[in-house]
């Protein structure tokens, strides 16, 4: 499942692309010289942005299978990422084999390596739709196609929402994609925030900025409306890693102490 426009498979490389950023703080090759040269200016900037990214990544395994554990089988992820093993569809199907997941994401590098994300369970079903989040309708006119809308979905919107300044009404588009789920279903988010060391993040969102990605920190409270007329799932709104540590392996070459903490909430929220 793919948008079948122009645009889709041309890939500007004379520009930085957050989605190939944040894959070459994971470490992967899916990116350009520009990714990199944007990404090791952040990384002047703010030296714990691997770190951070690995930190993103390890919140959404937990998240997601807390969620696959309490019985959601249809999984909404807007904002993939160029894919890096173990995707959200194998952390959730290990739990449940019959889940349904669709990814969808702006970036033509995901759309040429979607094929990583459609290697579903036998009794489940993955698709890739190519959209971007600003335009929230047609990303859910193109999961109706895989996922029931009347049965429960899980919502990620992870290390996405700080992409989208306010110009754009992240919160508009918050409330459009919830509007279309029925009860029962999820919110999960992640968003990088200011609140320790503004003027850092200030520089750091100028890189994003001049490389022609958007970009915007916000506030523990910018961030916790977001779930306004949700039911916060216990802790609520933290920093990553105190959202649910028992859930997730223990950081490869992680040192006896508590793992250094990221400027990153998160939250999952519930749609009564």
């Known amino acids: ?12 490389t004379g520009k930085p692309h957050s989605a190939r950023m944040y894959d070459y ?21 703010f ?6 990214a690995r930190t993103n990544r390890l919140f959404m395994h937990r998240a997601s299978r807390l969620l ?9 992820d807007i904002g993939t990422g160029i894919p890096t093993e173990p995707n959200l569809h194998q952390i959730v199907q290990e739990i449940a084999p019959q889940v349904r997941v669709v990814y969808a994401d702006n970036d033509p590098i995901v759309l040429r390596h979607a094929q990583a994300l459609l290697h579903s369970t036998p009794e489940g ?31 990620s919107l992870v290390a996405l929402l700080h992409l989208v300044e306010d110009a754009d009404e992240p919160g508009r588009i918050v409330r459009t994609l919830l509007e279309t789920l029925p009860s029962g ?3 999960t988010l992640s968003h990088a925030t200011g609140d320790f060391d503004p003027e850092t993040w ?29 039911e916060l799932v216990e802790p609520g709104v933290v920093l990553a890693e105190r959202w649910h540590p028992e ?6 070459g992680a040192g006896d102490g508590p793992p250094e903490e990221m400027p990153l909430y998160v939250a999952v929220g519930r749609k009564p």
């Open 1 to 12: 499942m793919t948008d079948a426009g122009t645009s889709a498979g041309h890939i500007d």
């Open 185 to 187: 279903s999820y919110l």
């Open 68 to 76: 696959a554990e309490r019985g959601v089988r249809q999984f909404l």
């Open 47 to 52: 030296p714990a942005a691997r770190e951070m």
């Open 125 to 155: 079903k993955t698709a890739y739709v190519h959209g971007d989040v600003r335009e929230p309708g047609k990303i859910i006119a193109a999961a109706r196609e895989t996922l029931d809308f009347t049965q429960p979905i899980a919502l």
């Open 202 to 230: 200030e520089r750091v969102v100028e890189v994003y900025r001049k490389g022609g990605t958007a970009a915007q920190v916000r506030t523990r409270a910018e961030f916790t409306e977001f779930f306004t007329g949700l």
């Open 247 to 252: 859930l997730g392996a223990r950081r490869e």
């Open 25 to 45: 703080y994971l470490g992967g090759k899916d990116n350009y010289p520009v990714d990199a040269a944007a990404a090791e200016q952040v990384m002047s900037l």
